[in-house]
């Protein structure tokens, strides 16, 4: 399917439209400046990975907060690091200081014009609004994965959205829903020399306005 044959965007927030990546690594540097040496950015955001990852199944325990909370502290603990709780949360709230990739915010006004929008997030209520105001977005527009998972559609009915019309945006490495189309954002440039692995690859969320406009004149 072209851009313009699909109704639906399901757009990951993170690393897609917010720079989590570098938000949590400004976020440990009070952590990482405790330890002798330099660290090593690629190094310790994927340790961060792995510790996250580790952690969701209790989201619903937890709260986001409450993961990164704890994130930080087994961190601390991977890095030989004393750190406490209050270090942690402070960690925790720095969530609504991660930046926004600086053309999302004008290409979500233009995709809306064409496509229903819904973001895949996982915030805690009160950082909610702050994302929608940044990001133009209404809370309904922001959907949880652990409510609304990816990897069924059954869900899509209830908001009368056609599965096969859905156009899921992402980083690699994922997977489209059942039916529904792929586009990855692959920003590094050595991601694009190696064939694209979707339906659609772009560069940017500018550069998927600028696909967009292109399949419209053709």
Sequence with gaps: MGLTEYRALL???????????????SALQPLLESRSGASDRAQILAEYKTVI???????DELGFSGLLCF????????LGIKASWEEG?????????WSV???????????RKFYRLLVFVDRD?????????????VPDDLLSPAAYPIERTDWLSALDIDPRHTLR?????ASA??????????????????????????????????????????
Excluded: K, N
């Design 11 to 25: 757009i990951d927030c993170d690393e897609v439209l917010v720079d989590r990546d570098s938000g949590v690594w």
């Design 53 to 59: 990852g580790a952690l969701y199944p209790r989201f």
């Design 71 to 78: 994130a930080h502290r087994q961190m601390a603990e991977r």
């Design 89 to 97: 949360m402070t960690f925790a709230r720095s969530v609504p200081t």
């Design 101 to 111: 990739f600086e053309d999302a915010p004008g290409a979500m006004l233009y995709l």
């Design 125 to 137: 209520a009160e950082d909610r609004g702050v994302l929608c105001e940044r990001l133009g977005l």
């Design 169 to 173: 945006l992402s980083r690699p490495p």
């Design 177 to 218: 829903m059942a039916d529904g189309g792929l586009c990855l954002i692959r920003r590094d440039r050595a991601d694009h020399r190696q064939p694209c692995p979707a339906d659609v690859c772009i560069s940017s969320m500018a550069d998927l306005v600028r696909q967009h406009q292109l399949s419209l004149r053709r």
